[in-house]
């Protein structure tokens, strides 16, 4: 079964380092999406990708975010100067048509 | 913001069915059901979703009231390996692009026991 896949599994950067998170998604799906997940709380929301562009993005996702499809199959999240409180897992997803959303294992960002 | 309503946790033996409940009583007449699961560390995985009628697929099956203000998920047989936090999640079914990132609230955290 097609998955979405995720790499590094782990990352570890300095505070005001810049990181690029990869992401798989299933080779067909069209949406694309980045969430966020500090320990302990809650799965969050960053931004929704479509058409090689923004859908959607929340409050969390501010100019320290960027995303990017580069190729036909990779999908990233950049994060330009990172924060401590950038420390969290961040799952990438993505959907076909209609409305289901494939999620990825995920990658464990640790900013010290 | 929350639109639903679960219980922080629960247990349930192992081979039986697990019922997790759902209060959703501001639902709009669009809006459907989802549940979605997170087994620990890893990413969220869609379980079911529904408008109305109940739904059944391998993993589980979906009763919705008739007022649709609550639902409940069936886990006909648990093991140890749904032991995760289940997530109810009331929207729009998105068939299109736009704005459809998924709202998780804290979910339930199911505890199938041996």
């Known amino acids: 079964e097609p998955e979405v896949t995720q790499t590094p599994s782990h990352q570890v950067t300095q505070m005001g380092q810049e990181v690029i998170l990869r992401c798989v998604p299933i080779?067909?799906?069209?949406?694309f999406y980045w969430y966020r997940q500090i320990l302990g709380q809650k799965v969050e929301f960053l931004v929704s990708?479509?058409?090689?562009?923004?859908?959607?993005k929340s409050e969390i996702f501010d100019d320290q975010f960027s995303v990017e499809r580069p190729d036909g199959s990779n999908f990233t999240l950049k994060i330009r100067s990172t924060k401590l409180e950038d420390s969290a897992m961040y799952f990438c997803?993505?959907?076909?048509?209609?409305?289901?959303?494939?999620f990825g294992p995920g990658t464990r960002l640790t900013v010290l | 913001d929350a639109k639903t309503t679960q219980p922080t946790s629960m247990d349930c033996a192992e081979g039986r069915a697990a019922n997790l409940p759902c209060n959703h009583s501001?639902?709009?007449?669009?809006?459907?059901v989802y549940w979605y699961r997170q087994i620990h560390s890893q990413g969220p995985q869609y379980i079911i979703h529904?408008?109305?009628n109940n739904e059944t697929n391998e993993m589980a099956s979906l009763i919705i009231t008739e007022d649709r203000k609550s639902s409940t998920l069936i886990l006909p047989h648990a093991t140890l390996r749904d032991t995760a936090v289940y997530y109810c999640?009331?929207?729009?079914?998105?068939?299109?692009?736009?704005?459809?990132?998924?709202?998780f609230g804290k979910g339930t955290h199911l505890i199938i026991q041996p």
């Open positions: 997803a993505s959907r076909p048509n209609p409305d289901t959303q494939y």
């Open positions: 080779s067909n799906h069209l949406y």
């Open positions: 990708f479509y058409n090689n562009e923004i859908s959607e």
């Open positions: 501001t639902i709009s007449g669009n809006e459907y």
């Open positions: 529904g408008l109305k």
């Open positions: 999640i009331v929207r729009v079914e998105y068939s299109g692009g736009g704005a459809d990132g998924l709202t």
